[in-house]
Structure formats: structure tokens, C-alpha cells
Nanobody
Framework: VQLQAYGGGFVQAGASLRLSCAASGLTFRDYTMGWFRQAPGKEREFVATIMYRAASTYYADSVKGRFAISRDNAKNTVYLQMDSLKPEDTAVYYC???????????????WGQGTLVTVSS
């Protein structure tokens, strides 16, 4: 299984970014996809997750209303639309896949390499 995350960058506060994560080596539509992030000096934290059929999504309180997770099962890709970015959103963002509907990082089996998002004030 390979997950390739991309789309990070350097933006000003209030700007938007869209992250993408392309998956291969698995039956993508059968798996929950999640986004996590890790800021410098901090633990990795949950951001958002989407059920395999996109029937349900779930967000961390810190991003609710600003971020939106979606998936295109035909393209084996999951997205994270990030609006109204804040400096505290600065982190390396990782996509991951799980066979469970979960927000717990230890229940995710495969991880991408991460993409850096930097938000300046």
C-alpha cells in the first residue's frame, strides 16, 4: 500500500489550501481515510476522517467548520480542503487508511509521507 500526500505550501493566515492523497495497492473504496497533523514539538493529532462510502465524516473540534474532507473513489484519492487557515494549523499533514471507522491514529494501518503546511500571521 502506498499513500502519496501533496498540496502543502506556505500561505498567509485566512488563505485556503487543498491537500490531496493518492492511494494505491488497496481497494480504496473499502477503507476509511483520515488526515492527521503534527506540529513542531507536538504530538500527532487527528484532523478529519471519512468513511469508506463517504457516508460519514468526522472532524476535530479545532478544524470543524473550516476544513472539509472528501474522497473520489474512482480516482483513489482523498482530499482535505482547508479554509480560513490559522497559524496554529501549521504542521506536517499526513493521510492514512484504516479498516475501521475511527479517529484513533493507532488504528490506522498505512500512512503517507506527509506534506508541510505553513501558515504565517
Amino acid at each position: 500500500v502506498q499513500l502519496q500526500a501533496y498540496g502543502g505550501g506556505f500561505v498567509q493566515a485566512g488563505a485556503s489550501l487543498r491537500l490531496s492523497c493518492a492511494a494505491s495497492g488497496l481497494t480504496f473504496r473499502d477503507y476509511t481515510m483520515g488526515w492527521f497533523r503534527q506540529a513542531p514539538g507536538k504530538e500527532r493529532e487527528f484532523v478529519a476522517t471519512i468513511m469508506y462510502r463517504a457516508a460519514s465524516t468526522y472532524y476535530a473540534d479545532s478544524v470543524k467548520g473550516r476544513f472539509a474532507i472528501s474522497r473520489d473513489n474512482a480516482k483513489n484519492t482523498v482530499y482535505l480542503q482547508m479554509d480560513s487557515l490559522k497559524p496554529e494549523d501549521t504542521a506536517v499533514y499526513y493521510c492514512a487508511t484504516s479498516s475501521r471507522w475511527t479517529s484513533k491514529s493507532y488504528e490506522y494501518d498505512y500512512w503517507g509521507q506527509g506534506t508541510l503546511v505553513t501558515v504565517s500571521s
